[in-house]
Structures are given as C-alpha cells and as structure tokens.
C-alpha cells in the first residue's frame, strides 16, 4: 500500500501565471480534498472530489479548480496567481465519504511560492 | 460557516509535564473532532479524534474531551515527551451532502524541554 503523493515539491510562479499541481491518492481510496496552508495557519479547505464529482467547496475563487481521474488521483489548478496564494497545498485521500467521516490521510504538499 | 478557535498559539512545558490544548467551535451541527499533529516540514498527521456521541476518547497518552453543550473540546498529552514537540491543529466538521469537511484551528506549536 502506498501513501499519498504530491507534485511537485517546490514551486516558484509569477503573478498572473497559471498553475497544476498533482496528487496520488492512498491505494483503494476514492475521496480526496485539497487544502491551501498559509505560513502559522492551519489548513484552509479548497473543494472535494468524490469519484470524479466534485463534493463540496471552501471559499476559494472560481481561478481555483480541480479535476479527479478514473483512478482517484486529482490535480488542483490555479490560474491568474497572486502574491497570497504563495502557501503549502496539500491533498488529502480517505476511503470514502459517504455516511460517516473517516481519516483523512495527507500527502506532503507543495510549497508554491508566487513572486 | 464552522469557526474553530484554538488556544493558546504556543504551549512550553518541561519534559514529563502535561500539556492540553483547547478548542471552541461554533456550529451545533459538528459531530466530528479530529486532532492532527504537524512535524516541522511534515504532512499532518491524524493523532485521535473524538464523534459527537462520545464524551471523551483515550489512546495511550494521548486523550480528547468534548462538550457538546459548550462546545469545545480539548487535547491532553499526560508524560510529555521531546518527539511530542510538534504543531497540533484541532478541527470541526459536519456532514453534508455526504461529504466531512473539516474547518480548522490555527494551530498550537507545542514545545517540550528535555
């Protein structure tokens, strides 16, 4: 079983840039949600995506979007970039979502820097 | 939405001490308590975590309270330990349209003298 992975690591990008970042879910999880982790803060929730769909979002911009694959891995997009979304991105992967919550497991971000 | 208070922002104790940390959150609807432990530079990583129909929760050292009437919960670490040096993130969520999505505090940098 492998855990959760995230690419890049590092990131540098310049205001109004476009951004994707990737992410590998757990082995037999279908649920993974994004978060955006601002230096001394704790995680801020982005959206969720449940078997392709997307399940539920945080108050982020429309230039925030995302896609799941067939085989639950997910990618993030940002486009127009400004300087605040300089943060750790992190995804998270549980086995389901459906009637009660379960763990959920972190991959180990991407440090996006935007100058 | 969920708002999750989380005191206090940094926490010193001698090794052997206890340490708690203490979260209030703001939605009656919350019936699901993580506690997530981050080493500088790691991911974090789920520590315990407590549902609403549950008063308290143990695992070794490592215990969780929850009020529901008050609503807040707290983290206690009896017997700190140095690796127990760490920031710890308590977090609220509630079920909807299927979905568990935490709101987060802000954080405890806990630190354990040796």
């Known amino acids: 079983e492998t855990g959760v992975t995230q690419s890049p690591t590092h990131l540098i990008k310049t205001r109004g840039q476009q951004v994707t970042l990737r992410c590998s879910s757990q082995s037999g999880h279908n649920t993974v949600s994004w978060y955006q982790q601002a230096l001394g803060q704790g995680p801020q929730f982005i959206f969720q995506?449940?078997?392709?769909?997307?399940?539920g979002r945080g108050n982020f911009p429309p230039r925030f979007s995302g896609l799941q694959f067939p085989n639950y891995s997910s990618e993030l997009n940002v486009n127009a970039l400004e300087l605040d979304d300089s943060a750790l991105y992190l995804c998270a992967s549980s086995p389901t979502v459906q009637t009660s919550p379960n763990e959920q497991f972190f991959g180990p971000g991407t440090r996006l820097t935007v100058l | 939405g969920e708002n999750v208070e989380q005191h206090p922002s940094t926490l010193s104790v001698q090794e052997g001490d206890s340490a708690v940390i203490k979260c209030t959150y703001s939605?009656?609807?919350?019936?699901?308590f993580p506690w997530y432990k981050q080493e500088l530079g790691k991911r974090p990583q789920l520590i315990i975590d407590?549902?609403?129909?549950?008063g308290e929760k143990k695992d070794q050292r490592i215990a969780v309270t929850l009020n529901k009437t008050a609503k807040h919960f707290s983290l206690h670490i009896t017997e700190t330990q140095p690796e127990d040096s760490a920031v710890y993130f308590c977090?609220?969520?509630?079920?909807?349209?299927?979905?568990?999505?935490?709101?987060f505090g802000r954080g405890t940098s806990l630190i354990v003298h040796p």
């Open positions: 407590i549902r609403s129909n549950v």
């Open positions: 995506y449940y078997r392709e769909e997307e399940n």
């Open positions: 939605d009656s609807a919350s019936n699901y």
């Open positions: 977090a609220a969520s509630r079920g909807s349209g299927g979905s568990y999505i935490p709101t």
